[in-house]
Structure formats: structure tokens, C-alpha cells
């Protein structure tokens, strides 16, 4: 399964950090963006997360939340956010078959031959009625952030 532009997301339970429990339906009329991405403490990762905590403000400021999200368990999210003093909301999909199964995103990947399943560096653009407005996948870090927040101030 793929979600794609016009669906509506999936009100699946993910894990924050402090082992609370979001959904898609905490976003109930509001905009808001959910991204995808490998795995904590890692290059491309970091660099994704450390931009949407720059742009926080700016997105708060479109009225538009923004919610990360990775197979990382909520402890290892902690470190991540406090080795970087991130302020992007960071969420759990541990298990796969939630949330990144529904959208699309846990595919299989291929590295040095070798095929192995993991999370494919994706983001959904979500409006105030729940669909998906705008989709990005297989993203390229650099310029990606600044990309989303244009789309979102145009909502």
C-alpha cells in the first residue's frame, strides 16, 4: 500500500519519546507535516532534523505542526534530541507495520548488493481535513526543508 495525494492518513498509535501515545487524529483541523526517516544520529538524518527545528517557528508561524518519525525506539530518540538539541516532535514506528506500512515508506532497499528492508526518507504534506496535499519521496536532504515550508505556507 501507498499513500499518495488526496488519501487521508492512517490513525495508527505511534510512541513519542516520554512514551505517550500520537496519532493522525491529535491533528484533527490542522495542517501539519510528517516525515519519515531512516534512523537517529546519522548524517542525512541529523541534518533533516536539525532544519525542521530550525523552521519550527516559521511552520508554527503557517499554522502548520510537523512530526518526524523513525523506527528508533523512544529512548533512543531522547539521545538524539538532546545530543542535538533538536526541538522537531520525534515519534516511534518500531514495529513497521503501523504507520510507515499504510504510508508506503517501509520498503526494501538495496546497499552493496545486499537487500534488507528499511525506512524509505519520505514526507507527507497534510491538510487541515486530514488529506495528503503534497508527497515527497526518496528525499534529498539539502534544500528539502526550505521546499516543504514553501508548500506550507501555501496551504
Do not use: N
Request: charged share 30%; hydrophobic share 40%; net charge neutral.
Amino acid at each position: 500500500m501507498m499513500t499518495d495525494i488526496g488519501d487521508t492518513i492512517p490513525d495508527v498509535a505511534l510512541t513519542r519519546p516520554d512514551d505517550s501515545q500520537v496519532r493522525a487524529s491529535d491533528y484533527a483541523g490542522k495542517a501539519w507535516v510528517l516525515y519519515f526517516y531512516p534512523k537517529d544520529d546519522t548524517t542525512g538524518c541529523t541534518r533533516e532534523a536539525q532544519e525542521f527545528s530550525q523552521q519550527l517557528d516559521a511552520f508554527a508561524a503557517a499554522g502548520v505542526s510537523v512530526l518526524g518519525v523513525s523506527k528508533d525506539p523512544p529512548k533512543k530518540h531522547i539521545k538524539f534530541i538532546e545530543k542535538y538539541a533538536l526541538t522537531v516532535p520525534l515519534a516511534s514506528d518500531v514495529e513497521t507495520e503501523g504507520l510507515a506500512e499504510a504510508m508506503g515508506v517501509w520498503i526494501e532497499k538495496s546497499m552493496y548488493g545486499k537487500k534488507y528492508m528499511g525506512m524509505d526518507r519520505s514526507t507527507f504534506l497534510i491538510s487541515k481535513d486530514g488529506k495528503v496535499v503534497r508527497t515527497w519521496r526518496k528525499v534529498k536532504v539539502a534544500g528539502h526543508v526550505d521546499e516543504v515550508l514553501a508548500a506550507a505556507k501555501a496551504l
